[in-house]
């Protein structure tokens, strides 16, 4: 967990020379008492990053966080009881400087139902402070340690069980900035990946509850950025301007995935990977564990929106490990020809399209039992882009010979309800829409549920000159039940 100092590298047979580390005194990164008066350290919510400290002499630097319990979305329409640091996760974003002393104050909320501690991954002690910081709701613990190492740290909750404090949201970051500070960019951000196991499947909306199973067999129902699908897209995408130098610290809480962090259009002009002191130059993709960091430097020349992805890709499409900067200012078609395909990747995520509340309407009155067939067509339409269109086009009308149109489909006129069918289990074989054939194959779609197959199929029948109705989730029920092989368009 923290840092343990005291070992002997061999390479080759050969003993390299003994120490607290090979090369590094004994008093390393100790700067001597602190001085001047004690500072307050300045805490940020995700996504922003504090101030450098601009500091030339060791301080004694106070800190205090708050341990909050609360509820949040973690999707549309979905909420969970997330235990968090300052009360957002990843918790608020700590800034010192090497050799500062940190007097570390952390108070659990009198309305919490769990104990808390806090093991910061930048101290230098058993336990990371874990052991001096078990703190009872209604109470506050205070421990202080010397930041003897400078880099990008995780901190995070180590009460029993310590995984499902993690999986909770019980994480952030503490940068300990090298004595001359870190680089100047023009704009830092502060992103941090972590998996969630709820009750529910993906999209299940209401209230969703921990499941420890999941969270053992490491099967995340969730893998976010910031704790919450699209924490940082539509208008709350990161900003940025072409030109600007870009800096972001990213953390990975875990509890069990490591990343393949990416942002999808940039090359990595520097990372500083582990979150250590050396950086590797013109990376594409940076490896970040479990319980590590990393910071990446690259500056923006064409204007976008790029995409921040864990590479390993389902998490991004289907677990919501997907984040947006967005970037304006001038083209440059000398570096890039201009082709907008933002599309490609983003469907519904891209900034300037209908936002998603809308799926939150439906659902919460879905979860009540009365949704009307508007806040249905409504939902649908969001869900249709990014799910559908790529395929059957915005606007319904197909591609000539490849895709079928949705628009004035006499193949779904012929039996509406068909449509739950092909949603669930996809389409191929020959089909016959407007007098055209098809021969292709349209790949099933069961990761839908029954309230956006729903609103879905509601949105596309009462679209582009199709005869109305409705589709009904238990439509989408009775048409998942049906287990049966892939749906062929023609009898053979
Ligand atoms: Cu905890």
Known sequence: ???????????????????????????????????????????????????????????????????????????EGVTYTFWTFGGTVP?????????????????????????????LHGVTGPGGGAASSFTAPGHQSQFTFKALNAGLYVYHCATAPVGMHVANGMYGLILIEPPEGMPKVDREYYVMQGDFYTAGKYHDKGHQAFDMEKAIAEHPTYVLFNGREGALTNDKALQAKVGETVRLYVGNGGPNLVSSFHVIGEIFDKVWYEGGKHYQENVQTTLIPAGGAAMMDFRLQVPGSYVLVDHSIFRAFNKGALAILKTDGADDKAIYSGKEVDEVYLGDKATGVPSTAAIGTAATAAARGNVT?????????????????????????????????????????????????????????????????????????????????????????NSWGNPGGEITREDARMARAAVKPANTGSAH
């Open 91 to 119: 918790g608020s974003f700590i800034r010192v400087r090497q050799g500062d002393t940190v007097e570390f104050h952390l108070r659990n909320m009198p309305d919490s139902k769990m104990p808390h501690n806090i093991d």
């Open 1 to 75: 967990m923290a840092a343990i100092s005291a070992f002997t590298l061999s390479s080759q047979g050969r003993t390299m020379a003994p120490g607290p580390t090979a090369d590094k005194p004994a008093n390393y990164g100790d700067f001597g008492p602190p001085q001047g008066a004690p500072v307050k350290a300045v805490l940020t919510s995700p996504p922003f990053v504090p101030p450098a400290t601009n500091r030339k002499a060791p301080a004694k630097v106070i800190v205090e966080l708050d341990v909050v319990e609360k509820e949040m979305e973690i999707s």
């Open 373 to 461: 067939r508007e806040e249905r067509i409504a939902a649908g339409k969001v869900l249709f882009n990014g799910t559908c269109s790529t395929c059957h086009q915005p606007d319904g009308k197909g591609l000539p010979g490849v895709f079928p149109p949705l628009a004035g489909s006499d193949y779904i006129s012929a039996d509406v309800k068909r449509l739950a069918d092909i949603m669930i289990h996809g389409l191929q074989g020959k089909v016959t829409v407007n007098g055209k054939e098809y021969d292709s194959l349209m790949p099933p779609m069961s990761q839908l549920t029954d309230d956006e197959i729903a609103n879905i199929g509601t949105y596309v029948l």
